[in-house]
Nanobody, 126 residues
C-alpha cells in the first residue's frame, strides 16, 4: 500500500514563496506518477503540476506556469512544489497524488490517481 504525505504549507503574503514536499512510501518496485492538485472552498479539485508517466516531462496548469516549479529526488519518491510569486487566488488545500500507469491524456484528472495525501493548507493574503 502506497502512502503519501505532504508538508510545507502555511501562510504568506502575496508575492511570497512556499515550498511543498511530498513523500511517497510503500511503492517498492513500482514507478509512481506524482502530481499536485489543489482545492479551494466551493471548487473542484484542480491539477496544479505533475510528471509524465516516465518522469521525463513536467506539466503545469496555465494559472501557475512560470511561477511554480515541480521537481523530485533521484529515487523518485519525493516530490517538491516550489511556489513563487504567490497570489491570493493560489489559496487552497494542496494535495499530493500518486498513481501508476497513468496515460498522458489522464495526467490532469484527479480520478486517475490512486493515492492521496491528507492535504496541506496554503493561504496567501493580499
Amino acid at each position: 500500500q502506497v502512502e503519501v504525505e505532504e508538508s510545507g504549507g502555511g501562510s504568506v503574503q502575496a508575492g511570497g514563496s512556499l515550498r511543498l514536499s511530498c513523500a511517497a512510501s510503500g511503492g517498492t518496485g513500482r514507478t509512481l506518477v506524482m502530481a499536485w492538485f489543489r482545492q479551494a472552498p466551493g471548487t473542484e479539485r484542480e491539477y496544479v503540476a505533475g510528471f509524465s508517466r516516465t518522469g521525463g516531462y513536467t506539466y503545469y496548469a496555465d494559472s501557475v506556469k512560470g511561477r511554480f516549479t515541480i521537481s523530485r529526488d533521484n529515487a523518485k519518491t519525493t516530490s517538491y512544489l516550489q511556489m513563487n510569486s504567490l497570489k491570493p487566488e493560489d489559496t487552497a488545500v494542496y494535495y499530493c497524488a500518486a498513481g501508476t500507469g497513468i496515460i498522458t491524456s489522464s495526467l490532469r484528472i484527479a480520478g486517475a490517481y490512486s493515492y492521496w495525501g491528507q492535504g496541506t493548507q496554503v493561504t496567501v493574503s493580499s
